[in-house]
């Protein structure tokens, strides 16, 4: 065999596997829905029958019953924006979860007075473990007419801004706002109950506001009423509805970055004309191969 055939073939191995890599080496970053280790979200997708979306294009046009997921830790363009808000205008139900991130863009941008103060929330007295792992058990009324009784956060933060008519649960009395971060109770910082989750009817939709992230990863939408609560925030009215997370404003990985860029290809490959054209180009180059063999 010459040189050039085995150089080809060794390249064509080489790129197979890397393939093949990056197709079932799962993600670790934090909220990707191919991550199965404690900080991904795929067990919210697959109960929630979640798509991801890389890029507020792929929402489909006025969706009265699409609900968007957003974890916004990278902020967002203006143009992102408006396509956000002319979902939500249309009907949709924006579910904002943020902790330490860019949410407040959102909000600035939706004239929403409502913010995320991106301070940490502890609870020395009601906690799982740990002080910075509250458990809260304060809801709206609406929230407990759904058998929900405990929900529990990880590193979350609060709401601000809000009045209480829009809130929909909050933290226990015992809990309070970490303002400079020493892992104390100091004077002045305040004090539970705090606002961790709220809703807006913004026009012909809805928003729905919560201050922790964390209560979607795969640790964590298990424990206590945690996935009940979640289904509450989305499918209000009790419907089961089209679900998007978006995955273009979190942080990736170069695997990430690859798993998205291979999904497109496949994707492209898989239209019609990408399939006519690729039997065709399969049928030149074994005819001719077959004519130069006699």
């Known amino acids: 065999m010459r040189t050039s055939s085995v150089l080809l073939t060794v390249i064509v191995l080489v790129f197979a596997v890397s393939l093949v890599c990056v197709w079932f080496y799962p993600s670790v970053q934090d909220f ?23 890029s507020l294009d792929d929402l489909p046009g006025p969706l009265e019953e699409g609900i968007l997921v957003a974890i916004p830790y990278l902020e967002y363009s203006d143009e992102e ?21 860019h949410g407040n863009r959102v909000l600035e941008y939706l004239g929403i007075s409502a913010r995320f103060t991106n301070k940490p929330l502890l ?3 009601f906690c799982y473990k740990n002080q910075a792992m509250p458990r809260v058990t304060d809801f709206a009324s609406g929230v407990k007419d759904n058998n929900i009784d405990v929900i529990m956060l990880n590193h ?4 601000t801004n809000i009045t209480e008519s829009e809130v929909i649960a909050w933290s226990s009395t015992s809990s309070f706002l970490d303002l400079n971060e020493n892992e104390k109770q100091d004077p002045g910082e305040p004090e539970g109950p705090l606002a961790i989750a709220a809703e807006f009817r913004f026009e012909k939709g809805r928003l729905v506001l919560l201050s922790d992230p964390s209560v979607a990863i795969n640790t964590m939408v298990g424990r206590d009423d945690n996935y009940a609560f979640i289904d509450y925030l989305m499918n209000r009215e ?18 990430d970055v690859s798993k998205t860029r291979l999904l497109d290809t496949r994707d492209v490959l898989a239209s019609p004309y990408a399939l006519l054209g690729i039997n065709a180009l399969i049928f030149v180059v074994v005819s001719g191969y077959l004519l130069r063999r006699g």
């Open 123 to 125: 609870d020395p007295l």
């Open 81 to 101: 924006l408006s396509r956000m808000k002319q979902f939500v205008s249309d009907g949709g139900t924006l579910l904002l979860m943020d902790d330490y991130g």
């Open 156 to 159: 979350a933060s609060t709401l």
């Open 238 to 255: 009790g419907e089961q509805k089209e679900i998007r997370v978006d995955s273009s404003h979190l942080t990736k990985a170069p695997l």
């Open 32 to 54: 990707m829905a191919s991550n199965i280790m404690w900080n991904g979200i795929r067990k919210f997708s697959n109960e929630f029958a979640a798509d991801n979306i890389e």
